[in-house]
């Protein structure tokens, strides 16, 4: 059985990054707020990218998602992570793409 490697886990957070930067680009391009809604679409099309690739261990890709129960809304109000203690690193990378990008 093999351990936690966390190599494959800094390779998925860095491809993650890449991602979601092209996907917020997009999304910012047109003028879009970020949504509680928008913000999970941007994260299931950046995980989807990272799975379809097919190089990357599918166990650290779903290590960077939300929980498919958490208590992150999905509604087409603005997206206000202030507040959340502990949140997926998918959340906080668009949410920290969002704010950063011109």
């Known amino acids: ?7 494959k886990l ?4 860095e491809r ?3 991602a979601v930067n092209t996907i917020v680009e997009r999304h910012r391009t047109t003028g879009q707020v970020l949504t509680w809604r928008l913000l999970h679409e941007i ?5 989807k990218k990272l799975e ?6 599918i166990k650290y890709i779903h290590m960077m998602r939300s ?3 958490g208590s992150i809304p999905k509604v087409d109000l603005p997206a206000d992570l ?5 949140l997926p690193v998918a959340l906080t990378m668009i949410s920290y793409a969002y704010s950063t990008s011109h």
């Open 1 to 7: 059985m093999r351990g936690f490697e966390g190599y």
């Open 10 to 13: 800094h390779a998925v957070r």
């Open 16 to 18: 993650l990054t890449l």
């Open 43 to 47: 994260e299931t099309e950046a995980l």
């Open 52 to 57: 379809e690739a097919g190089d990357l261990d």
């Open 67 to 69: 929980s498919r129960w």
């Open 82 to 86: 202030k507040g959340y203690k502990a």
